[in-house]
C-alpha cells in the first residue's frame, strides 16, 4: 500500500478496509485479518493497525469478538456506503465548490465534462 501525507495513516488504512468492505472482499460476519497479519501485509507498525481497526469498531463498521478477532459488523457496507457520501458532501464537495469559484468554472461545464466522461467508460 502507497500512503499519502494528506492522511493519517490509520485513516487511510481504514479507506482501504472500508473499499474492500464495498466492493465485497470482506463480507458481514467475515474475520478480518489479525493487526499483526495486516500490520505485516501493509507493512506498518501493529500499533498503526491496532489504532485502525478501533476507529473501525467506534464507527460500527467492525467488531471484536473476544477470543476470536475483528470481524466486519452486519450492516458494516450500509454504514461505508453512508460515511463515504456524507464525507462527499461535507468535506470533498464544498473544496470542489470552492475551486471552482476560484477558476470560474460553472456547474454546467462540470455537468458537460461528467456526460461526456460517463459516455467514455
Same mark, same amino acid.
Given at each position: &500500500?502507497?500512503?499519502? =501525507?494528506?492522511?493519517?495513516?490509520?485513516?487511510?488504512?481504514? =479507506?482501504?478496509?472500508?473499499? &474492500?468492505?464495498?466492493?465485497?472482499? *470482506?463480507?458481514? =460476519?467475515?474475520?478480518?485479518?489479525?493487526?499483526?497479519?495486516?500490520?505485516?501485509?501493509?507493512?506498518?507498525?501493529?500499533?498503526?493497525?491496532?489504532?485502525?481497526?478501533? *476507529?473501525?469498531?467506534?464507527?460500527?463498521?467492525?467488531?471484536?469478538?473476544?477470543?476470536?478477532?475483528?470481524?466486519? &459488523?452486519?450492516?458494516?457496507?450500509?454504514?461505508?456506503?453512508?460515511?463515504?457520501?456524507?464525507?462527499?458532501?461535507?468535506?470533498?464537495?464544498?473544496?470542489?465548490?470552492?475551486?471552482? +469559484?476560484?477558476?470560474?468554472?460553472?456547474?454546467?461545464?462540470?455537468?458537460?465534462? *461528467? +456526460?461526456?466522461?460517463?459516455?467514455?467508460?
Amino acid at each position: &500500500m502507497e500512503f499519502k =501525507d494528506q492522511k493519517p495513516i490509520y485513516l487511510q488504512i481504514a =479507506d482501504h478496509i472500508c473499499n &474492500m468492505i464495498l466492493l465485497g472482499e *470482506y463480507r458481514e =460476519d467475515e474475520r478480518l485479518p489479525s493487526v499483526r497479519e495486516f500490520a505485516a501485509e501493509v507493512e506498518v507498525n501493529v500499533n498503526t493497525v491496532t489504532r485502525t481497526f478501533e *476507529y473501525l469498531q467506534q464507527n460500527e463498521v467492525a467488531v471484536s469478538r473476544r477470543g476470536l478477532g475483528i470481524y466486519v &459488523m452486519p450492516g458494516a457496507r450500509e454504514r461505508v456506503y453512508a460515511m463515504r457520501r456524507a464525507e462527499f458532501f461535507n468535506v470533498q464537495l464544498p473544496e470542489v465548490f470552492a475551486l471552482m +469559484d476560484t477558476l470560474g468554472i460553472s456547474m454546467k461545464e462540470v455537468a458537460t465534462q *461528467y +456526460d461526456a466522461s460517463r459516455h467514455t467508460t
